[in-house]
């Protein structure tokens, strides 16, 4: 209901300017979305890269209503990428991508749509030197999306996807992209999920999302760190989970836990405590710290992961996984 309402609430323009003015809601706002033209992203990008953070930003603007809109959605983001690129924030910033947003549910070949055009903004990126991970929405698209990935990781292996841990399918997908060179970015899930397909009480979804990321970090992704699922920094457990799990897969700590502020070395950058807004030419775009690894090219493999030292990882608690 509320994400119809602010659906509709951003194609009004009087709407949507009363909600960005409004001091109550400004504030929100501005937390979330960093504006609505490309330079105001880029800008939003450096300071953050500048505080030792990585970054993803999301194109706004899932609510596709045709071919045209779901084409201009792709090429807001191959600007988006050549901006990164011309600005030397590439290596430390990546892009995520809604489907719905490429043209994932157009009544006439949608699904092949976005393919198409998630593969334009993948070849993008890959030029750009950084990576794309594809959003997860509510349960009614996850069959889809993940064709979409498997399709795409085909020829672009380092293709990113997000797994929500509150659906009930979710350990099986987990395992299935746990392999060689996979990122997962594991987050609980923000959708209003029936009891059928996912998980109600808060206690179910805190214990699934440990069985989710310990399924994760047995894997083979990149890293087989916290890296590999990305756990979402203000989401507890999950980060004292990912700490004992990291050390008892003998994760190098500098992996684990790299130096705060190392945002002009080679060490990956530790998740952020909160996130982030950022915008792309034409529509707001969000944005929230979040590792990634850079590509090469379209087929690269990850690089490996630093070896320096570092602080001793949070233990478990005992009342989960």
């Known amino acids: 209901m509320l994400r119809t309402t602010l659906l509709a609430a951003s194609r009004a323009p009087r709407a949507r300017q ?6 109550p809601t400004r504030a929100i706002v501005k937390r979330f979305i960093a504006g609505d033209v490309l330079d105001e992203a880029v800008a939003v990008t450096d300071e953050l890269v500048g505080a030792g953070r990585r970054i993803t930003l999301d194109h706004l603007g899932e609510d596709t209503r045709d071919a045209a809109q779901a084409a201009e959605t792709a090429v807001a983001y191959e600007k988006l990428l050549a901006a990164l ?3 030397g924030l590439a ?3 990546e892009v995520s991508v809604k489907l719905s947003a490429v043209g994932q549910f157009l009544p006439q070949d949608g699904e092949q749509v976005a393919l198409e055009n998630a593969r334009r ?3 993008a990126a890959a030029a750009a030197g950084t990576t ?25 292996p380092w293709l990113g996807v997000v797994l929500q841990a509150y659906l009930h399918r979710t350990e099986a997908d987990c395992a299935e992209f746990s392999g060689p060179g996979s990122r997962v970015r594991l987050c609980k899930g ?5 009891a059928s397909v996912a998980y109600q009480s808060k206690h179910e979804v805190d214990r699934a999302y440990v069985r989710c990321l310990k399924v994760l970090m047995g894997g083979e992704g990149y890293p087989r760190s916290p890296r590999t699922t990305a756990p979402e920094p203000h989401r507890r457990p999950a980060r004292p989970v990912a700490g004992a799990q990291a050390r008892q897969l003998r994760v190098p700590d500098a992996v684990r836990h790299p130096p705060r502020g190392a945002a002009a070395s080679s060490t990956p ?6 996130t982030s807004p950022t915008a792309a030419s034409g529509t707001a775009t969000s944005c929230a710290a979040s590792p990634s690894a850079p590509p090469t090219s379209p087929s690269s493999s990850a690089p490996s992961p630093p ?5 001793p990882a949070t233990d478990c608690p005992q009342d989960l996984g």
């Open 85 to 87: 690129k011309e600005t």
């Open 121 to 123: 903004i993948c070849e």
């Open 269 to 274: 950058a530790p998740p952020c405590a909160s």
């Open 307 to 311: 070896a320096t030292d570092g602080p």
């Open 91 to 93: 290596d430390r910033a």
């Open 132 to 156: 794309v991970t594809l959003d997860m929405e509510d349960h009614t698209t996850t069959d889809s999306t993940l064709g979409i990935a498997r399709e795409l990781r085909a020829r672009l």
């Open 18 to 23: 009363a909600i960005e003015a409004l001091p």
């Open 190 to 194: 923000a959708y209003q999920e029936p």
